[in-house]
C-alpha cells in the first residue's frame, strides 16, 4: 500500500496563476482533508471530506476550492494563487480519528 | 479556536523528562497527539477520547482532563529519536461525521547527547 501520495512533491507559481494539487489514498477511507503548514506554525484545516460526494469548510477555506473525486482522490484548487499562498500543503485521510498524512506539496508563490 | 500548546520549545538532554501541555477553550470531544519531524509529514501518537482517560505508548503517554478542557503529554527517559514538533489536536464532534481536528501551534522539543 502507498498510503497516501501527493503530487506534486513542489511547485513554484505566479501571482494569479492557477494549479491544482492532487491527493490519493489507497486505505479505503472515508475521510479526508487538506491542510497548509507554514513556517514554524502548525496545520490549518482547509477543507474536509466526510465521504465521496461531500466537502466543508475548514479554518482557512478562502482562495481554494476543492474536489472529491471519488472515495480515492480529493483535489485542491488554487484559481488565482496570491503569495500568502505560499505553504506546505498537507493532505490526509481517516477511517474513523487517526489521520494519516501525506508527504506533502511545497508551493511558492512569486 | 486553536488549542494553545506550551511551552513553544524544550531542549532536553538524553534520559530526562518532558511535559507538554494543551488547552482548549471549547468543550472537547477527543484530543489528538501527533509528532512531525523536520521536513517530514505528522506522524499519529495518540487520541484520547472524552472520559478523562490516559494513554501510553512505549516512554510516551498523555492524559485528558475534558472538564478543564486540557492534555498533557508525557515523555519519560528522553530518547533522540523523539526529537520533532509536537502538536496537539483538538476535536469538538459536530454534525459532520469527519473527525474535524484544529491542531495547536506546536512544541519543538530538542533531545541533546
Known amino acids: 500500500n502507498a498510503g497516501v501520495t501527493q503530487t506534486p512533491k513542489f511547485q513554484v507559481l505566479k501571482t494569479g496563476q492557477s494549479m491544482t494539487l492532487q491527493c490519493a489514498q489507497d486505505m479505503n477511507h472515508n475521510s479526508m482533508y487538506w491542510y497548509r503548514q507554514d513556517p514554524g506554525m502548525g496545520l490549518r484545516l482547509i477543507y474536509y471530506?466526510?465521504?465521496?460526494?461531500?466537502?466543508d469548510k475548514g479554518e482557512v477555506p478562502n482562495g481554494y476550492n476543492v474536489s472529491r473525486l471519488n472515495k480515492r482522490e480529493f483535489s485542491l484548487r488554487l484559481e488565482s494563487a496570491a503569495p500568502s499562498q505560499t505553504s506546505v500543503y498537507f493532505c490526509a485521510s481517516s477511517p474513523a480519528d487517526t489521520q494519516y498524512f501525506g508527504p506533502g506539496t511545497r508551493l511558492t508563490v512569486l | 479556536q486553536q488549542p494553545v500548546q506550551s511551552p513553544q520549545a524544550v531542549i532536553l538532554r538524553e534520559g530526562e523528562d518532558a511535559v507538554i501541555n494543551c488547552s482548549s477553550s471549547?468543550?472537547?470531544?477527543?484530543v489528538h497527539w501527533y509528532r512531525q519531524k523536520h521536513g517530514e509529514a505528522p506522524v499519529f501518537l495518540m487520541i484520547l477520547l472524552k472520559g478523562g482517560e490516559q494513554k501510553g505508548h512505549d516512554k510516551i503517554s498523555a492524559s485528558f482532563n475534558e472538564k478543564k478542557q486540557q492534555s498533557s503529554l508525557y515523555l519519560t527517559a528522553s530518547q533522540l529519536s523523539y526529537s520533532g514538533t509536537y502538536f496537539c489536536?483538538?476535536?469538538?464532534?459536530?454534525?459532520?461525521?469527519?473527525?474535524?481536528?484544529?491542531f495547536g501551534s506546536g512544541t519543538r522539543l530538542s533531545i541533546r547527547p
Open positions: 471549547k468543550a472537547l470531544y477527543s
Open positions: 489536536g483538538t476535536e469538538s464532534k459536530g454534525y459532520s461525521s469527519a473527525s474535524k481536528i484544529i
Open positions: 471530506s466526510a465521504s465521496e460526494g461531500t466537502t
